[in-house]
């Protein structure tokens, strides 16, 4: 009986940071260079909101996800560029992730 045989998956090449505190979240680290499928399980093409939703599936450490998203949602107060733009003009969670692509989430929220 034939195996199936395993076609390999396309990923996309992006670096992720994280600064104003966020990089704790993320094991203290702020930069994290990631190969991200091209498509999500529902054949989808990666946009920004399933990178969130990777990002805390698959490279948060920390249990505290809503110091980072609220339901599924970037919480308010943390900045998201793509490319050093600001997501609202590149569409939001709506972008879909390119080659190279460089998104910054800078935590705006202070302890007090």
Known sequence: MDQPVAIPQQTIAITVEFTGGLEMLFSNQRKHSLHVPTESEAGVSSNLAFLIDYLCRHVMKSSK???????????????VLINDADWELEGEEQYELQQQDNVLFVSTLHGG
């Open 65 to 79: 996800t809503d110091m980072f998203v609220i339901d599924g949602s970037i919480r308010p107060g943390i900045l």
